[in-house]
């Protein structure tokens, strides 16, 4: 049996025992597509069956598509990682945050988890409106002596410097830098108006919304939760937040990340091995470390779905996954819309490494 079939079986049985309601996956290996499937409901109310061009929100996997956008900057010339972001945003200075680099915010020691205080729907959707809250927050500890997950403001940190050194808003970079060369039609950080029909809905199962005091600085304020209700609201699809609002599906995904990998895919190199060699330096906070962080890419390693040392991406809040291994040239891409506690993510990536043997 192929490898495609096996994990068309898998994703079958994953959907047919109600561990999944829908779920796509993509692999390349060296820039070969090896598996393209998809198997079950995009919106239960509707019985919209999935197919492969279905989009789905995938909340912080969007991460890693910010950071492939910085590393291009950087390889051009510029932006630098350790440059100071007041250099490029000078009103970012205010409250002392003179010192924070790129570096800091990609790896998230900036000291800004914290959503700004006082926001809602009309505001967190505003791009100029939260940079300059973003501009006007005092960090809660001094840049690069502590991690702790920017989970929301890491897309204004990094997508308001993408745009003060290139000029383009950060959706437009997206398309013009990632999308175009790939041929990829799938991917956006504000889905249009007119896609917005193909987006699953997402559905939550067995596990609990968590009591967040609103009282105290938070990086995912009470008022967002149930994050999957949030992103079947029109009005977070078709905004841009780079750290937690992308709307793709998982050959999009698998796509970017094969392009990160030599050689590319389909002749296509989105970025030169040895800007991919710095992305992927382990960044070690001074204290404990709930990451293994590269520059905007969590590392793999022990426990990690993404396997080894070897591989690089980012994973989202409900399941959605995207990563390439640099030591077996596996690039791949997987989107769902169940949020569960069912294992498939990790049984998945387990079985196709089984396929390949590595």
Not at 112 to 141: K, R, S, Y
Not at 183 to 212: H, K, N, Y
């Amino acid at each position: 049996m192929d490898i495609n079939k096996r994990i068309q079986n898998l994703l079958d049985q994953a959907v047919a025992n109600g561990q999944e309601l829908g779920i796509q996956v993509t692999a390349y290996v060296n820039g070969t597509l090896i598996v393209d499937a998809w198997s079950g409901t995009a919106d239960a109310t509707r019985g919209v069956p999935v197919d492969g061009d279905t989009l789905f929100p995938v909340f912080s996997t969007t991460k890693g598509i910010a950071a492939t956008i910085i590393h291009l900057l950087v390889e051009r010339g510029l932006v630098d990682y350790d440059t100071r972001v007041a250099q490029v945003w000078p009103e970012f200075a205010a409250h002392g945050k003179q010192s924070i680099t790129l570096r800091h915010c990609m790896t998230h020691m900036a000291g800004l988890p914290q959503v700004p205080p006082g926001i809602g729907w009309a505001q967190l959707h505003d791009w100029d409106f939260m940079c300059a809250a973003m501009a006007d927050l005092e960090p809660l500890w001094p840049p690069g002596t502590r991690m702790e997950y920017h989970a929301v403001t890491y897309g204004w940190l990094l997508g308001e410097v993408a745009r003060r050194v290139d000029g383009r808003p950060f959706a437009q970079l997206v398309q013009d830098e990632i999308c175009r060369p790939l041929g990829i039609a799938t991917l956006f950080c504000g889905v249009p108006a007119e896609l917005e029909s193909r987006v699953a809905t997402l559905e939550l199962r067995d596990q609990e919304i968590p009591q967040v005091d609103d009282s105290l600085p938070q990086p995912v304020p009470g008022w967002l939760w149930p994050l999957h209700e949030m992103m079947n609201r029109s009005d977070a699809r078709r905004s841009c937040q780079p750290a937690s609002n992308g709307i793709m599906n998982a050959r999009a995904i698998a796509r970017h990340y094969a392009a990160l990998l030599p050689a590319g895919v389909d002749g296509v190199e989105l970025l030169p091995p040895e800007r991919i060699r710095q992305a992927t330096e382990w960044q070690r906070p001074p204290g404990e470390a709930p990451l293994r962080m590269g520059l905007g890419y969590i590392l793999g390693g022990e426990g990690s779905p993404m396997g080894g040392e070897s591989a690089f991406g980012h994973g989202g809040y409900g399941g959605s996954l995207g990563f390439a291994d640099r030591a077996s040239g596996l690039a791949f891409g997987l989107t769902k819309n169940l949020f569960s506690p069912a294992p498939t993510v990790s049984e998945i990536v387990h079985e196709l490494r089984e396929c390949l043997r590595v």
